[in-house]
């Protein structure tokens, strides 16, 4: 497990903007990378001497690289902060393991483990938007009946072995979980954004703003591209949709069909971020319903423009990939299951 510091954070003011919770995470995955990264186990390691080395060994790193930093690290700060990671050193010890053997322990003895991250597939180091990605671990899942990992969640179901070492073998069924519009946070392209009422109709009554930032997150039409690019990844068992009663009170819905760019259809997802930028959205419209779905907990009592929703949605996936819950209000309660 790689750890951030104030200096790394403070290296995130030094470059362009990509919409990053600026808290240094970007930076520590690139020490680690470039194997300067310090991990939990040097920091409480018997000989406290092997962490300091390594930390004084990333401070001449950032300060060979930021001016600012050189100039705020002097030597008093350096021994101000191996101080704090003494004290961090004594409150963490207690609380790690060696994750590999202990995933292991509760994986051969049958245990439910629940494992989540914080975003979704485009957030992705490695399949994500290339530089508009946020470097947060791609472990995201939720394993209900070991010994088999039976539910993950978008980053990627690759990233619960590369994650936390469990083996793909230990990964059974695969459900993708998406809501019924498409939102994102930070910079990048974002080709069904919505720049007008219904896009701030969406960001208020979804309450769409960030957790850790507070900041407002993007919000647009439901993007089969990009869904079916996830699919293609991922190889979801079914999917779960949410927030459908977001749309309750729209009186048409669109959803993106495709892209083309310079007249020519796209068969996916673009790599090139300006191609994705500059890309045509072809949209199906769709009818809303016009009624408040949130007490509704079976897919018959939903209404027909509804259920036409999840059908169209369901049918520009192709492949087989079918929706398993919806989500239809904020309770525990207000989830449809299909039978």
Known sequence: MASTSPFRKQSVSSGGSLGTTRRGIGPAYSTKALRLGVRVCDLIGKDFSKFEGKFRLIVRYYSGVFAEIA????????????????????????????????????????????????NALFLDIDFGEANSIVMQGVFNCDCRDLPFCDFLQLFNRGGVCTGLGIPPSSVGEVYGVVKAYTTRVGEGPFPTELLDSVGQHLQTKGKEFGVTTGRARRCGWLDCMLLKYSCMINGFTALALTKLDILDDLDTIKVGVSYSYEGELLDSVPADLDILRDVQVEYVELPGWKCDISQVRTYEELPENARKYISTVESLLGGGVKFKWIGVGKSREAIINIK
């Open 71 to 118: 100039a705020d690290y002097t030597e008093e700060k350096i021994q101000s902060e191996l101080e704090r990671y003494r004290e961090f050193r004594e409150k963490i010890k207690p609380l790690a393991c060696d994750v590999i053997p202990f995933m292991d322990k509760k994986l051969s003895s049958g245990k439910r483990i629940l494992i989540e991250g914080a």
